[in-house]
């Protein structure tokens, strides 16, 4: 990561606005009548926002064609995902590119997928160092002050949203039925409040249409494809991608090594969210052809990769996995055979495996399965702590930094140099 915590939210702030201004313009030059295009009330469009920081902590070290390519990508598979998420909240389509050629169920378009890259890579190229330089022309505490006098506003914004959401949900009508005046004047001025919001987004949207909810079963465990068939998905597919990868270290390289992110179990960590995002992302399209499951796959299983390791980089420090030995790498993070791998697997993910796991996990009891979930859950969320907290110290330990503190002490006798090496035997320094 180049820039600090201050300037990547400075640049968060300064491209919502500006993605804020471009989206009006353009809404009120069509209806002929202004239009606040923000989620929020602010002039914000947090997706811009969140694209452009985004696009900057992973893609900085690209150039040329690749930059163009990968933004088209991110930026392309933020807004589908964006456009779902208005859909799972609101129940609505606020917009749709069903009209344009080379769409994908209206969320996405071609043309204006390119857009998309070609903002990106102005973005990453030159606009994000020439906005920083501005930043840094603030005094310190004037821009410290600024910064977070805007993460303040930007979060009171948010509260009327999250009200609407509330009052969409039927849980306001609830609050009346408090006997407590308090409590019927609180949800008076949220429903004031989920009103206006409401009115303004339609406003902004005139073309938003309702949409229908996805049916589920309701004594059934994980029925759909919600929170807990996600959740269940992914620890199995954890468990599962560890003993893939170590086979195929077996049968590749001769000899038997870990693969598992994590100090407690054959986990992979990867191959669970991995799993559970494409899952999600791809669950409506799995009746789709396989050519068109083995696209989806391979750009977004490509993608995904990048990003681990880049993320992965940032916070440990470390590299755990190095392609660069391999034909048509980027970086040495991906290679063209692992995206096809990924496409592949895609295929044989919705066409074989998914359907027969589905149907086992929704025969689980309903309580039983939640339980065992949020144990799981909590497992995990601990585990991935010790592990990162296990990394770090290793990586202390290389740079000579003696135990400052019992945590520390317990770490280098639970964690040795070697019990660490045996379990991330491909981790290495980042350069």
């Not at 992914?234 to 560890?242: M, R, Y």
């Not at 992979?268 to 799993?275: D, E, F, L, R």
């Amino acid at each position: 990561m180049r820039y600090t915590g201050y300037e990547l939210l400075w640049l968060f702030f300064l491209y919502s606005f500006g993605g804020w201004v471009l989206e009006t313009i353009f809404a009120t030059i069509r209806q002929k009548n202004f239009a606040n295009r923000g989620l929020i009330n602010g002039p914000v469009c947090i997706m811009y926002g969140f694209s452009a920081v985004f696009i900057e902590m992973i893609l900085h070290d690209l150039t040329g064609i690749w930059l163009y390519l990968f933004a088209t990508v991110n930026i392309t598979v933020i807004e589908w995902i964006a456009g779902h998420l208005v859909e799972i909240f609101y129940h609505e389509r606020w917009w749709d590119y069903s009209g344009h050629k080379f769409n994908l169920d209206g969320y996405i378009s071609l043309s204006s997928s390119l857009t998309w890259g070609a903002l990106g890579y102005l973005t990453v190229r030159w606009g994000n160092s020439i906005f920083v330089g501005l930043f840094n022309l603030i005094p310190g505490l004037i821009g410290t002050v600024l910064i977070w006098s805007m993460v303040g506003i930007l979060l009171l914004d948010n509260l009327a949203s999250l009200m609407l959401l509330a009052g969409r949900s039927g849980r306001l009508d609830r609050w009346e039925a408090v006997n407590s005046q308090i409590a019927n004047v609180t949800a008076r001025l949220a429903k004031w409040i989920a009103g206006r919001v409401e009115k303004r987004i339609h406003k902004a949207y005139p073309k938003a249409y309702q949409t229908e909810k996805e049916p589920r079963e309701k004594d059934v465990f994980a029925s759909g494809c919600g929170f807990y068939k996600l959740a269940v998905l992914f620890f199995i597919s954890a468990f599962l991608g560890d003993v893939v990868e170590t086979i195929w270290c077996r049968i590749a390289m001769g000899s038997w090594m870990s693969r598992s992110s994590v100090v407690w179990g054959p986990f992979s960590v990867v191959w669970g969210i991995a799993v559970a995002a494409v899952t999600a992302l791809l669950h409506r399209y799995r009746n789709r052809s396989c050519l068109f499951l083995f696209v989806a796959g391979t750009l977004l299983g490509g993608a995904y990769e990048y990003l681990c390791s880049v993320v992965l980089e940032a916070v440990t420090g470390k590299i755990f996995w190095d392609y660069s030995g391999y034909r048509f790498n980027l970086g040495g993070r991906i290679n063209l055979t692992f995206c096809l791998f990924w496409g592949a697997a895609a295929i044989i993910w919705f066409k074989g495996l998914y359907p027969r796991i589905s149907r086992q996990i929704e025969k689980i009891p309903v309580k039983i399965g939640k339980v065992l979930t949020w144990m799981m859950l909590v497992f995990m969320v601990c585990n991935l702590l010790v592990s990162y907290l296990a990394l770090n110290r290793y990586t202390q330990r290389e740079e000579g930094i003696p135990a400052a503190n019992q945590v520390q002490e317990w770490l280098d006798e639970n964690y040795s140099d070697e019990v660490m090496e045996r379990i991330y035997p491909k981790a290495k320094d980042a350069p």
